[in-house]
């Protein structure tokens, strides 16, 4: 039990303090009182890992070290499939069970609407990381980065205010690395939320948001920037509820995860790995030998980011809350320069363009061996001849038990023109046709990539050469 005065750590059940003679009480309050020297003030720590404006580090607290551990639904799945099944059951019967045993109840199904009401529609975790990538951005500002993901489809990003704290206009770079202007119209200095317009994102569908509390043991996926790396995903479990901390912010009743964060993974969304809604805000991380994560209850802050939303706060109202830094639009940081002369004026990158292929073909593999268009579906150009022809082979392999083993991917040229971009590949692939014959197969190709208005990459043709 450690001393709420000094801090000094005393045997358990010890009722005054070994080293300053305090009374010792154990923490029960659902607030406990902010403590001098409980925290490592964040400034250093983050400065290491890409600038102020990121995840929190909390010190130590003993009790939020323990991970509370509690039986999944896999674990029950394997208790009731090794149970017996009785012998010629009948329906409306039950059996009396005996002492450790699951009991199996034979009963007539409720109706397939009713089944759906009652069970939350899973989804494969490829395809859940894969959507929201697509609405988690990487926040910027003159004094670091953090994260943030679309709220409604009027253009709007929730982030951490500690992201934001001191700033009314930011920069929010997208998956394709396209950056656009955002400013604040929602802050407050007493819960680490804030809100960003960004008026190039509107029409872009909301990431679908968890509106009930989520259970200890349910399977996570948090996204981010940690520690620079754009859009990372990580995946674990929700180890514990009801967490308290007060630094700089009040957090109440807040998500303990294992999923990895950093630095930079502030204001990511925390998702549920089986329905893809959003269920926290990624916010702290404790690190004393081990790392844990904190994560803010989205739905206790539904309401709040919601009336920011429908009556924005003026850039006078935010400034006021923290004290301002310098207009970003002033800012040319070391390696960042934003050309507001030419703002709106899109133009292809070759970097990300060639990242952009990567990971089309990182998915393609995945759609050609689970047989689903869906993977590579919001890649391709509605209608374009690279839609129909992917859609119309997948169609055409499926059910054929075909493998496909991507094997080397080299970008050996980028041609960048005023409407379109050419992106030149030499590929290899491992390949198990219908018959059971393997063969190593070689293509040169041509990617034509086209972008939106929000600087959303898109291929519209794909030749081999």
Partial sequence: MYCSNCGHKNKEGARFCSSCGEPLEER?????????????????????????????????????????????????????????????????????????????????????????????????????????????????????????????????????AHVVAGFTDVMVRNVNGQEQPGKVIGISDKYDVALIKVDAYEGIAPLEIEMNPTDVGTEVIALGSPSGFENTASIGYLTGIDRDFEQDFLYEDIYQIDAQIAPGSSGGPLIDAKTGKVIGINSLLFMDGSEIGFSIPMHSMVDLVTSWANSPMTADQVAA?????????????????????????????????????????????????????????????????????????????????????F?????????????????????????????GEATKEERNKTYTVVMDDSGFYYISDIINQ
């Fill in 407 to 435: 094997t080397d991917l080299e970008i050996t040229g980028v041609e960048i023109n005023e409407d379109h971009a050419l992106v030149h590949t030499y590929e290899a692939f491992d390949f198990l046709n219908a018959a």
């Fill in 28 to 160: 029960r309050s659902k607030k406990p009182k902010k403590k001098k020297g409980m925290y490592i003030g964040i400034a250093a720590a983050v400065l290491l890992a890409g600038g102020i404006g990121a995840t929190q580090l909390l010190g130590d607290d003993d009790d939020e070290r323990k991970r509370t551990e509690q039986p999944t639904e896999e674990t029950a799945d394997v208790n009731e499939e090794e149970t017996p099944e009785p012998e010629e059951p009948k329906e409306e019967e039950t059996t009396e069970p005996s002492a450790g045993e699951v009991t199996k109840v034979e009963t007539i199904q409720p109706p397939a609407e009713q089944q759906e009401l009652s069970e939350p529609k899973t989804r494969e975790k490829t395809a859940i990381i894969k959507e929201t990538q697509q609405k988690v951005y990487t926040i910027k500002t003159e004094n670091g980065y953090g994260s943030g993901f679309s709220f409604n489809d009027n253009g709007t990003v929730v982030t951490n």
């Fill in 321 to 405: 809350l923290f004290p301002a830094y310098d207009d970003f639009e002033n800012y040319e940081g070391e390696d960042y320069e934003y050309d507001y002369e030419n703002e709106g004026n899109l133009a292809f990158d070759e970097v990300f363009l060639s990242e952009f292929i990567g990971d089309f073909r990182y998915y393609y593999e995945i759609a050609l061996n689970s047989e689903d268009f869906f993977y590579v579906e919001d890649m391709l150009l509605y209608d374009s001849p690279a839609y129909i022809g992917l859609r119309d082979y997948i169609t055409e392999i499926t059910g054929q038990g075909m493998e496909y083993t």
